[in-house]
Nanobody, 120 residues
Framework: VQLVESGGGSVQAGGSLTLSCSAS????????MAWLRQVPGEEREGVAS???????MYADSMEGRFTISQDNAKNILYLQMNGLRPEDTGMYYC???????????????WGQGTQVTVSS
């Protein structure tokens, strides 16, 4: 299983970014998929999850600004991030699991991460 993230970068507060996660050897439509964020010295925290393309969850601070989605034909997971804030800064990881893990960090499969930096 391989998860490869892309789309991170540096933006000013209020800006937008779209993260992508390309999956190999698993079908995103058959897994619970998620985006998690980590900042130095802290544990990974869930940002958004989507379970088999249906049940969607967001962290409270992201709801209304971030949108998780997936393209089953391309086998890609996305995270559209609008209204970015400096506190959204961190390494964003794509994750997958056969079980409905939700926003916890207990995923079996992880990507290498993509850095998002938001300046004020």
């Amino acid at each position: 299983v391989q998860l490869v993230e892309s789309g991170g970068g540096s933006v000013q507060a209020g800006g937008s970014l779209t993260l992508s996660c390309s999956a190999s050897e698993l079908s995103v439509s058959h897994y619970c998929m998620a985006w998690l964020r980590q900042v130095p010295g802290e544990e990974r925290e869930g940002v958004a999850s989507i379970d088999r393309g249906e049940d969607i969850m967001y962290a409270d601070s992201m709801e209304g600004r971030f949108t998780i989605s997936q393209d089953n034909a391309k086998n890609i997971l996305y995270l559209q991030m609008n209204g970015l804030r400096p506190e959204d800064t961190g390494m964003y990881y794509c994750a997958a699991d056969q079980w409905p893990v939700g926003l916890t960090p207990k995923y079996a499969y992880w990507g290498q991460g993509t850095q998002v930096t938001v300046s004020s």
